[in-house]
Each structure stands twice: as C-alpha cells, then as structure tokens.
C-alpha cells in the first residue's frame, strides 16, 4: 500500500495493516507467542523470538511511520520507555536543552536518571525560538521539545527550533502526544525524532499504556531498533493490537476532540469565576499564529486557573464534578480533570514549578468527545 497517497482519514484505517496472508483476516491478529519455530538454524521467515519481533508490532510500527510522515516507527512499552530509549543514545558529558514546561515524568527521568549519568540538561522557556540559541554548546546533542506543552499549553515553533539544532549538529525531538499525528506532524518541520505516549490519544481508550518512536534517518533508526531489542522495553502483542485499533478511529475522535475543546474553552473564558484559561485555539494565545501554521487543529487540552487562586477552590472544583472524572492521564474517550501540582506534576520541586508558570490551583482537563453540552453544565455546577 503506497501510505502517502491517501488522505489523512483513509491513511489512518489502512496504514500498515495488511489482510493476515493465512486466512484473510481484515483485522490484524494478535501474535500471542514468545518464540518461533525455524524450518532450520537462521530461517526464520523473520521472527525468531518475540522481544526481537512480533507481527503484531510490525504492523502497528508500519502504521505508526505512515501517519507520521516518517519511515521508521518503533514501539515500546510506555511513553517512558520510549523517552528511555532515546536517551540511551547520549553518552557522559553530552548536553541537552529541554522545554522547562513539560511532563512530570520527563522531568523525572532526566533529573533523577540521567543527570547521574553525566548528562546535563537545561531546562529553559522556548517560547521564543530565538533564544533558545544561547543555551546550545559543542556539548549539545539534543534539544528536546514538546507542544503544545503539558500543562500550560506553550506552543514551540518545531521549524525554528529544529533549523538551529542542526545548525549545531544535535537532534531535535519532539514529544507530539498533545497533538497526535492527526494534528501536528513534526518530521514534515524538520524534527529528527518524534516520540508519543500512545497511551493518550493513539489508544484513544484509557486501556492501555504504549510509547512509540518514529524516525526517518537509517543509522538513527538502527541504534533505537538495537536498544529496544537489546534493553527489551517492548509491548505485548494484545497492546499493540489494541494501539492499531485506536488510530483506526484517531481522525473522528480528534476532530470531536477539537470540536468540544473549543467550545468547553470558550465557556470557561466567559465564566466570571475564571481568571485565566489556556488553549491554544484563542487568537491571543502568545504563539497562535505558530499553532495555526503547524498544526490542523487546537485539540481537547484546556488549562485554566481560578480567581479564587488557592489550593482549597482548585479541590473544591475537582472533587465536585460528575462528568469529569478526576484522574491521571488524558486522550481517552471520556473527559478527565486533573491537579497537575499534586498529580502528573508533583515530581517537580514546587518552586520550579511556580517559576515556570504552574500555580498549585492549576486545573487540566482532558476534554473527551460526551455531549458537549453536557461536560459544560458539568463544569458550571462544579465551579459554582
């Protein structure tokens, strides 16, 4: 199948996947084995043991490529996993400049783990891609990138960000979980790695935990294709199953996604109890003129603070919702709220976060694809 010729919502049901060539099953099957049996030592049709490969995985990495506009896709066993598995590509004394407005666990993994390792990491604003410059050194071999960022909703021109780490021979990746490959493509803005949480979006149902790598270099490819097999952080067969069967619907969710995102956001910027609400898709947004050119739509993911500006209002408003149901994660069908301070957040040491931007009353909402009508009345009652 020639992945490229078709539009954004054929791509995302036929990508990568193939009739199964034993029995003509239109849906993928779930390879549930760990191991192959070899007609003789070395012919093994391609599989021989299933940390190694898996055709279930195969097929889901061939899918993840196509709708990133890439040519390599690699899964793993969670988005951490994943960000793991890129890391593994620094060595002792190599720098890397990272968005200081990102994921909690990102954070984590790079202060706690890697920066034991003799890896140093900025964590700046990038707001302005200008300035991102002045932190980049000979020893800087990654700039690391994510946006719309989680949870204050920066946007980062992936373009300019990516013209200057290759001005300086590092790689800029970029974690698109926010956005999905529905939305943004960062390869297409001259991203060298893209990374994804499938858990969020990809799934699309809150049941399973994936991550995934997508490349288009060869020799990149080939040194995270030998740590995934070498260090084994790899999905089951069933989760990848379940991955592939998430983006068949990616384009109908995310386009209801945008849809009640929009109007859940324009509710709360008109509510009199509401002092500031983050989305991209307002035209005072500081980069939308960035998000319109590099993304297709402004998607579900809604930050916003109260006037009453204290942990007591901000847990008022949590634990007072119906519809909204208060927990970690986000993407999923159904609309989540969250307390990014005390939950996705609290690895990160409260004063870098409030000089970041993130207050404790922060509130995020993972806006699902319910009657939107609905989720508002929800957030009305909730608020007071």
């Not at 190694?52 to 995985?57: A, M």
């Not at 034991?116 to 900025?122: M, P, Q, S, V």
Request: hydrophobic share 40%; glycine share 8%; with cysteine.
């Amino acid at each position: 199948m020639a992945d490229q010729q078709y539009k954004r919502g054929t791509l995302l049901i036929h990508a990568g996947v193939e009739p199964d060539p034993s029995t003509g099953a239109i849906m993928t099957p779930i390879y549930q084995t760990s191991t192959y049996v070899q007609a003789a030592p070395g012919d093994h049709k391609g599989y021989e043991y299933a940390r190694t490969q898996n055709p279930t995985r195969t097929a889901l990495q061939k899918a993840l490529a196509a709708i990133e506009h890439g040519k390599h896709g690699l899964c793993f066993g969670s988005g951490m996993a994943a960000t793991d598995a890129i890391m593994r590509l620094l060595s002792p004394g190599d720098e890397v400049v990272v968005s200081n407005d990102l994921y909690g666990g990102t954070y984590r993994i790079f202060t706690k783990v890697y920066a034991n390792y003799g890896i140093k990491f900025h964590f700046i604003p990038m707001n302005e891609a200008a300035g991102v410059e002045a932190y980049v050194n000979a020893n800087t071999k990654m700039i690391w990138v994510e946006t719309p960022t989680n949870p204050l909703l920066n946007v980062i021109d992936i373009e300019a960000v990516s013209a200057i780490a290759r001005k300086h021979g590092a790689k800029t990746v970029v974690d698109n979980t926010f956005a999905s490959p529905y939305l943004q493509n960062p390869l297409d803005w001259g991203a060298d790695i893209v990374i994804h949480s499938a858990t969020k979006y990809l799934g699309g149902h809150s049941d399973v935990v994936h991550g995934c790598i997508i490349v288009n270099d060869d020799e990149t490819e080939e040194k995270l294709r030998f740590i995934q097999n070498s260090c084994g952080a790899v999905p089951g067969p069933h989760d990848c199953w379940l991955v592939l069967r998430g983006i068949k619907t990616l384009h109908v969710r995310m386009d209801r996604h945008c849809e009640n995102g929009e109007k859940v956001a324009r509710f709360l910027k008109e509510h009199p109890k509401v002092a500031k609400v983050l989305w991209v898709g307002f035209e005072d947004h500081p980069n939308h003129a960035i998000a319109k050119k590099q993304m297709r739509g402004f998607g579900g993911m809604i930050s916003f603070v109260l006037k009453e500006d204290s942990m007591d209002a901000a847990v008022k408003v949590l634990k007072s919702t119906k519809l909204f149901a208060l927990a970690e994660s986000l993407g999923g069908v159904e609309s989540l709220i969250g307390h990014p301070a005390s939950m996705t957040h609290g690895s990160i040491p409260r004063e870098e976060r409030i000089k970041n931007g993130l207050p404790d009353s922060l509130i995020r909402l993972s806006v699902g694809i319910e009657d939107a009508d609905d989720l508002i009345e929800d957030l009305k009652q909730a608020i007071g």
